[in-house]
Each structure stands twice: as C-alpha cells, then as structure tokens.
C-alpha cells in the first residue's frame, strides 16, 4: 500500500520481502501494478548494485534484522545510497516489553555501529539516515 502511494507522485518503491512466506504480498503488489521482486535477504546479495536507493521502508516490520550478526541491516547499508533513509515501523519500536526493549536496544546498538543516526522517531516508527560520508567509520574503533 505504501508503494501504490507513492506512485503517483511519481516515485517507484520497490516491494521486497525476505523470503518465500510473502509471496501473496509481492503477488498484491505486482497485480496493481507496483514494482516488486521476491528476495532471499541473507543468503545472497540482492541483484542491485551497491547505493541503488535513497529510501527502504519496512512497515508492521516482523523480519528478524539482527540475524546472523545483522547480515539484514548490512546488506541494506551496502543498497542505500549515502544519505538514505530506513523507515522502520514495528512493536520494538514501542519499547512496552522486555523482549521489544531487548530488540530495539540489540537494532539500535546496530545501526549506531554502523553510523546511522535517527532522522525521527514518533510512537512505532523510527527513521534512521545512513551517513554522507565515511568519517564516522574511519573514527571507530
């Protein structure tokens, strides 16, 4: 629903999901006329080179990210281009239990590893911004 909004406005999202479990989901998609592919993220790169996007949204966001020491989120850091953004829409972002204040904390810790900052943060969405440029890696440690 998120991509046939933006197509009007004459921006094309690309709908992925992670694994075959979402077929009917790209299958929705595709009837309506939005681009979408089916991708396996974590077992392979994904067919796009490297800084192919500028925005990737995961809305009621389920996917594990921080599998396989966040295979996920890098894969996504090696797509989006510098100063892109991740939308992210999920219960962890609520923080109201145990376990979603572990995920959020593990993800969070992630992405701050990785350089990105929040660009907002209003009640179950977080939007992360990847940086311009690489300063902030070559000063960690």
Known sequence: SFGAYLLPLDIVAMSLAPNDVH?????????RGIPATLGVLGTMRLSYPSRSFEFAH???????????????LLELDRLLKPGGYFAYS????YMKDAEDLQIWNAMSNLV?????????????TVIWVKPLTNSCYLKRA
């Open 23 to 31: 077929q009917n989901q790209i299958q929705f998609a595709l009837e």
């Open 58 to 72: 995961c809305s009621r966001c389920r996917i594990d990210w921080l599998q396989r020491d966040g295979i996920l």
């Open 90 to 93: 999920s219960p962890e972002a």
């Open 112 to 124: 701050k590893r990785m350089c990105w900052k929040i660009a907002s943060k209003r009640d179950q």
